[in-house]
Nanobody, 125 residues
Framework: QVQLVESGGGSVQAGGSLRLSCEVA???????????MGWFRQVPGTDREGVAQ???????QYADSVKGRFTISRDNAKNTVYLEMNNLQPNDTAKYYC????????????????WGQGTQVTVSS
């Protein structure tokens, strides 16, 4: 069992920035440092989509829609992954979920091993 605790969502105007954080509060499967960590998002009525992932070696993947604007990073000493979001746009409005998976990173795999409770990000024009 892996428990993920997210924070940092909120409301901003277009062009603004937010930083999401996700801590692995509890894990009975392996160690945090070995997980693929990521962020997915979902708008009501649509499928969840992968936003960014980072593997145990620091390799990253991004959705095309966020490349150049979002940065994912991890601090293994703090069991925490971050998503820095800059130049936010109204179509970034969604509920953002932290994910953890013991398998190799795959941004197209919407069935990740573990999910946080989600944090809302709202961007107004």
């Amino acid at each position: 069992q892996v428990q993920l605790v997210e924070s940092g969502g909120g409301s901003v105007q277009a062009g603004g920035s937010l930083r999401l954080s996700c801590e692995v509060a509890r894990s009975t499967y392996g160690t945090y440092a070995t997980y693929c960590m990521g962020w997915f998002r979902q708008v009501p009525g649509t499928d969840r989509e992968g936003v960014a992932q980072i593997d145990s070696d620091g390799g990253v993947q991004y959705a095309d829609s966020v490349k150049g604007r979002f940065t994912i990073s991890r601090d293994n000493a703090k069991n925490t992954v971050y998503l820095e979001m800059n130049n936010l746009q109204p179509n970034d409005t969604a509920k953002y979920y932290c994910t953890a998976d013991h398998r190799a990173c795959n941004l197209g795999r919407i069935h990740q091993g573990y999910w946080g409770q989600g944090t809302q990000v709202t961007v107004s024009s």
